[in-house]
């Protein structure tokens, strides 16, 4: 997709968007991303991976951030700011913490999708975690009851490593130990 010139904005008009507006809103290649307001399903959904992963980690080295919490992506040899807030993000690096946000490339994100954000989820965060060189990233659709996880293969692709619908339980392959019961997920 292109977008005329004009349309696209600096990272200084951007923060000076956030300041006036409640809107979550994330800057990709200097373009404004609109999030939707999540529903009583995400944020249950979102509360619940969040706990697991929360008590999972505890005395580890990596630790999970829940939205909103900006993910500013950062990779050597890749140009441009890219602000991005996942509902999940594992940050196992922890020297791109800063007060308000983290600069780097997550672990492992974790999206939830909502009717009108699935288009942007499934595919162009999708493309873009995996320029990054974010190893896990799961995408968890609430309306449907799957859970689809990808991780980064040694080409820097990304491989379906599973799909899960109404049951089952989600393995992480990076975060070794980790798993989701996907009924209970989505009760």
């Known amino acids: 997709m292109t977008v005329p010139k004009e349309n696209l904005i600096t990272i200084e008009e951007f923060y000076k968007m956030r300041e006036s507006t409640e809107q979550l809103i994330e800057y990709v290649d200097e373009i404004v991303f609109i999030s939707p307001s999540p529903s009583t399903k995400h944020q249950r959904v979102s509360g619940r991976l969040h706990a697991q992963l929360f008590n999972f980690l505890e005395g580890k080295d990596c630790e999970v951030f829940h939205a909103p919490f900006d993910v500013e992506l950062h990779r050597e040899g890749l140009e441009g700011i890219n602000i991005v807030i996942p509902d ?25 999708l909502s009717p009108s954000n699935q288009a942007h989820d499934l595919v162009f965060k999708l493309n ?33 490593a599973d799909v899960l619908k109404e049951k089952g339980i989600a393995h992480s392959e990076i975060l070794q130990g980790f798993s989701v019961d996907v009924e209970r997920l989505f009760q």
């Open 128 to 160: 873009l975690y995996m320029q990054y060189g974010v190893k896990e990233y799961w995408i968890v659709n609430p309306m449907l009851n799957i859970v689809q996880i990808y991780t980064l293969n040694r080409e820097g692709q990304y491989e379906q």
């Open 88 to 112: 999940l993000s594992v940050i196992c690096d922890k020297n791109g913490l800063m007060e308000n946000k983290y600069v780097g490339v997550p672990t492992l994100i974790i999206e939830i």
